[in-house]
């Protein structure tokens, strides 16, 4: 099938935001709020569990302070508490406080030089993945994505492959036409759940994810004169380039 479209997802992913970016975040809106609440690194990883950060906030409480009451109005109050995280969140992307992964600028670059139509498949609130973009290819980059499939425009968050599928309706395009980028297995399980052949490059947090149903996953993209290792779907280390990207749809 020929490759037109290559869908990415944002956290993990094009960066890595997780554990010094929406971790520390969090904390940041707990503090201004007089919460006592601290996600260390360890706990964070196993919050990452569920997607979304305000359904994460839910799932934090229940597992890790059951005794916390909750006011009447919940729902309105954890969401304020997540605007509040988002607002860190974003100063921090601003302040140019999170790079790239290796490879992603390139990537990019390759794929709009080859004319490959992009989109962005993500749990998170949509003014973080615009924040990252400006802070990290440009505020032009944002045009770049025709499709940006973010956070709670479907009602279901990944593993479902809402997100995914909302994306590729939008773009008029049929899985096999594209490919998927993601970091974890809740990602890998939405992306293929979809019907996309996905690619995946791991990081400190999802390195022990099962990762199955993904056709290929790497330590990182890579970078010419810094090939990526091969964790599974080949052997050996490699720049992911276009030429392999329409090798890898087309077999
Ligand atoms: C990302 C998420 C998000 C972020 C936090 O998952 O689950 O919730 O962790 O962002 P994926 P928000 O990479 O699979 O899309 O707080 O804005 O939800
Ligand atoms: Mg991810």
Redesign the pocket.
């Known amino acids: 099938m020929s490759l037109q479209a290559l869908i990415f ?5 094009l960066a890595d935001t ?1 554990r010094d970016g929406h971790r520390p975040a969090f904390n940041a809106a707990f503090r201004e709020a007089g919460l006592d609440w601290d996600w260390d690194v360890a706990m964070y990883g196993e919050l990452l569990a569920v ?1 979304g950060g305000k359904e994460r906030i839910r799932y934090y409480l229940q597992r890790f302070n059951p005794d916390f009451i909750l006011p009447d109005n919940a729902d309105a109050w954890i969401a304020d508490l997540h605007k509040a995280k988002t607002r860190h969140y974003v100063r921090m992307l601003s302040e140019g406080l999170i790079p790239l992964r290796p490879g992603v600028k390139r990537l990019i670059a390759e794929a709009r030089a080859e004319g490959l139509r992009l989109a962005i498949a ?2 998170t609130t949509p003014e973080n993945v615009t924040a990252l973009l400006a802070a990290t290819l440009g505020p032009d980059s944002i045009g770049w994505f025709e499709v940006i499939a973010a956070g709670d425009i479907v009602p279901k968050k ?1 593993p479902d492959p809402a997100i995914y599928t909302w994306a590729l309706e939008r773009m008029g395009l049929a899985p096999e036409h594209c490919l998927a980028f ?3 297995r ?2 890998v399980l939405s992306s293929t759940g979809a019907g996309l052949r996905t690619v995946v490059t791991v990081n400190d947090y ?1 390195r022990d994810d099962d990762l199955s149903g993904a056709e290929l996953v790497l330590e990182h993209l890579g970078e010419p004169g810094e090939p990526a290792n091969i964790l599974f779907g080949g052997e050996g280390a490699l720049v992911v380039d276009i030429p392999f990207l329409h090798k890898l749809a087309a077999r």
């Open positions: 997802d944002v956290d993990g992913t997780e997607t993500t749990t990944k993601e970091d974890s809740n990602g999802t």
